[in-house]
């Protein structure tokens, strides 16, 4: 069974500003289960992209059933039997199962319904499952919906099977009725290439496992001579590049204390931040953090739980609320929740605090334009005027007018989600010297990013959320990546 | 390097001002089409004409710019115009009194617009669709069918009169609406709000604006403009029946189009909703004078809409084109 089936080669793909794979070199064996294992950011999605044609690499070549490629396609890659069953799904939730399991290949010029159904059934059947083919994919549980993800892949006749986080929506016993599919999968000769973060499916399921690391491909190991302790090893096996600037010691006075909060996809999360702290949040992708920002900010319905902040309880119901206890938020998404990418700047530094710039009943221009000077300037906004449209700015600068926004609210304790995801590295820089400048000055400040290195440089105190749970804390001296991996992955 | 930007800042110019100079350019052309078009007697008349359409489609706007739509604001009209006919000739009401309950009505059918969007969390364009059937039935039902004729002198005022001699009350109606409204939207916070919320509910939710209020003052305000505009017309006609006032919708809608105001919210201005009603008037006006059919205007017009509509989609792939270049 060592024969392989497919080989990447000296793989480079670089978007403007990362590389997000970095020489990469590959090789899948037919009828194995491969898992990929990484980070976030690491490179698996880049990678499987362009397994399945979506994106082609800069340089290197793919050679599938022994043919070399160094451009490919989604057709090419369906010829070869190469399928990939998204976290999202890809299935027209208005049609049926049978519908959506033969779409795009419908034999003859008509639908035959009898034919489709039959169709389905049968690969049902062989998949030992029941689902009822004419059942609307909309009516159909999470689950299985992506059982029928996977039919639609088995009736293309895949050889090669990419699942991305197939377990992510799946309960316990659903995830085990997946595995035996998968098992099946292995037993047929179909190579499957899966990809998870949690560590215990890929020693259940895995015969082999590929580590990836900032783009590059690190080890390829046998899942039998190997462990979980090896492979976070690999995973993190890295030394801080960059450098952080560094801010006064924080004071003992608590400015935002959280109590057993639940909501959206938050249970029962406790903690406080002090005066001049910066308390990092880690966590995967999916772990709950921006959810647990927004319920403390108000933008979600908090079902229970109490918020102090400065040691007031305070009664936060809409972001308007949290914005008057002095709580300001930093959101993920800059272009979706932060800007208002068609104003001038000016008019989106002043949106949150324009009730304070007015004289009489109206806004009081000069205030508003010495507001959005002093902050161009304190931040360093690169723009020939305040009354530039926000679009026309680089992420960096666009970044810094949503800082400037909910700076100028005053508020002492700050959520950044995010803060520096996809801006330039000197932005990056501006940006933690700010954040110092502000820890100095006595703001606390909650700092959730998916950047590892950011996570250990900035914060003074580590939370990791793991399920919309509190998995563990790390103070400064007990920093370490494996620590924060593990506890992320929901060990303990 | 100079010279250029001084062509860039001409051309935008243009393109700023683009809709003002395609009114100028209908008026000089129907000038010289037609020698009774230019005399105060003829632009008085488009100004009388057109007044009811200004005011309700400054209460479309604000729902417009807020990034929803208002698709029931002829039926509405329709009812507040009936309601307070009835009001004044069934039930003996004093003038004053039932103008004022109209507008309340008026406000009353805005919120219900917007309360429905909230609850439902549709958007207002399928809302007020169904919306619109609803306030068409209620005004069959509160005209019993039939047209009250007569209206009170002083309720006519309204539409017919003059202020000291020679200002159309109308007209000064219209004014007045047109400058609190660019008032709002250009000095006030609540201003900024209902732009912000057009341009980006999200970020406007999560920059502590109050959404929900916001919502329901901008419907509030478009019903009582739109009561405020029903008044006006049925006055003017001297009689109420519930086949007035439908239609007005897609006239609004076209003019704030043609006037700049995205179907996607977060931009317009009241200058440019004026210049789009008056584009459209004075089309009616300068083809009625020239001799063109009813039907041949409504091609006519609608051409236009869609060269406006054109010309707004190539000049905002150009604009990026050269913002790119200045960047550079």
């Keep these: ?492 | 390097m100079q010279k250029r930007r001084i062509n860039l800042s001409v051309i935008s110019l243009l393109e700023k001002y683009a809709i003002f100079f395609v009114l100028i350019g209908l008026i000089i052309l129907f000038s010289i089409l037609s020698p009774y078009f230019l005399t105060v007697q003829n632009l008085t008349n488009v100004f009388v004409q057109q007044s009811y359409v200004i005011i309700a489609a400054v209460g479309l706007s604000f729902v417009m710019i807020s990034g929803g739509m208002d698709l029931s604001i002829g039926y509405q009209m329709s009812l507040t115009g009936v309601s307070t006919a009835v009001f004044m000739k069934w039930m003996n009401i004093p003038v004053p009194t039932a103008i004022v309950l109209g507008l309340l009505l008026g406000i009353l059918l805005g919120l219900f617009n917007g309360i429905a969007a909230i609850t439902l969390k549709v958007h207002p364009l399928i809302v007020t669709l169904g919306t619109m059937t609803v306030f068409q039935g209620l005004s069959y039902i509160v005209s019993k069918q039939s047209v009250i004729m007569n209206l009170d002198p002083s309720f006519k005022y309204i539409g017919q009169g003059y202020l000291f001699g020679f200002l159309p009350v109308s007209v000064v109606l219209m004014i007045l609406v047109v400058s609190f409204a660019s008032f709002i939207l250009r000095k006030t916070f609540v201003g900024r709000y209902v732009y912000a919320l057009g341009g980006n509910e999200e970020a406007s939710h999560l920059a502590g604006i109050n959404v929900v209020r916001t919502k329901l003052l901008v419907f509030g305000l478009c019903g009582f403009f739109v009561a405020l505009s029903s008044m006006v017309l049925f006055a003017r006609s001297g009689s109420a029946a519930s086949t007035t006032g439908p239609g007005t919708e897609f006239t609004c809608m076209t003019a704030a189009v043609l006037g700049g105001i995205s179907f996607k919210g977060g931009e317009g201005t009241m200058w440019g909703l004026v210049t789009g009603v008056l584009i459209l008037g004075i089309l009616s006006n300068g083809m009625q004078l020239v001799g063109m059919g009813t039907y041949a205007q409504y091609i006519v017009k609608g051409f236009v809409l869609l060269a406006a509509v054109g010309f707004d989609t190539f000049q905002k792939s150009s604009s990026r084109r050269t913002k790119k270049a200045m960047a550079v």
């Design chain 1, 1 to 492: 069974m060592d024969e392989v089936i497919l080989s990447l080669r000296n793989i480079t793909k670089t978007y403007p500003g990362v590389k997000a794979l970095d020489n990469v070199s590959l090789d899948f064996r037919k009828g194995e289960v491969h898992a990929l294992l990484g980070e976030n950011g690491a490179g698996k999605s880049t990678l499987i992209k362009v397994i399945s044609g979506a994106i082609s690499p800069d340089s290197g070549e793919i050679i599938v059933n022994g043919q070399s490629h160094s451009q490919f396609n989604p057709h090419v890659a369906k010829q070869n039997g190469i399928e990939v069953i998204y976290q999202e799904f890809n299935l027209i939730s208005s049609l049926s199962a049978a519908e959506n399991i033969s779409l795009g290949e419908e034999p003859g010029r008509f639908v035959n319904y009898k034919l489709m159904n039959q169709k389905a059934v049968e690969i049902f059947e062989q998949m030992n499952i029941s689902i009822d083919p004419n059942a609307l994919i909309r009516d159909l549980p999470c689950s299985q919906q992506q059982i029928v993800e996977i039919a639609k892949a088995v009736s293309r006749k895949a050889r090669i099977l990419i699942m991305d986080e197939p377990s992510a929506p799946l309960s316990v016993s659903e995830v085990a009725k997946m595995f035996d599919i998968v098992r099946k999968f292995r037993a047929d000769g179909v190579t499957v290439i899966y990809i998870s973060h949690r560590m215990d499916e890929i020693f259940e399921i895995a015969d082999r496992v590929s580590v990836m690391r900032d783009g590059c491909y690190v080890d390829t190991v046998e899942i039998s001579k190997t462990s979980r302790k090896e492979l976070i090893q690999l995973m993190v096996g890295r030394d801080l590049k960059e450098s952080y600037p560094s801010h006064k010691p924080h004071t003992n006075e608590v400015a935002l204390e959280v109590k057993n909060i639940c909501g959206k996809r938050s249970y029962d999360i406790s903690f406080s931040v002090f005066k001049g702290e910066i308390l990092g949040v880690a966590g995967l992708v999916g772990a709950g953090r921006t959810e647990m920002a927004r319920l403390i900010y108000g933008a979600d319905k908090l079902q229970s739980g109490h918020i102090f902040v400065n040691g007031k309880a305070v009664n936060i119901r809409l972001p308007s609320d949290a914005i008057h206890a002095g709580v300001g938020l930093i959101p993920e998404d800059r272009k979706q929740q932060g800007c208002f990418l068609d104003m001038t700047i000016a008019w989106n530094m002043t949106i949150a605090n324009i009730r304070k710039l007015l004289k009489g009943i109206v806004i009081d221009r000069s205030r508003e334009r010495k507001q959005a000077e002093t902050y161009t300037n304190l931040l360093g906004i690169k723009t020939p005027s305040i009354w530039q449209k926000v679009k026309n700015l680089s992420g960096g600068n666009q970044q810094k007018v949503v800082l400037a926004k909910t700076l100028a609210t005053h508020s002492n304790v700050l959520i950044f989600d995010e803060p520096t995801r996809g801006i330039d590295v000197g932005a990056k820089q501006e940006i933690y010297t700010l954040m110092c400048d502000l820890a100095d000055k006595g703001s606390g400040m909650i700092m959730i990013t998916s950047d590892m290195e950011e996570l250990l440089g900035m914060s003074d105190r580590i939370i990791v959320l793991a399920e919309g749970k509190l998995a563990g804390t790390l103070e400064k001296a007990e920093f370490s990546q494996s620590r924060i991996l593990e506890l992320a992955a929901g060990y303990n």
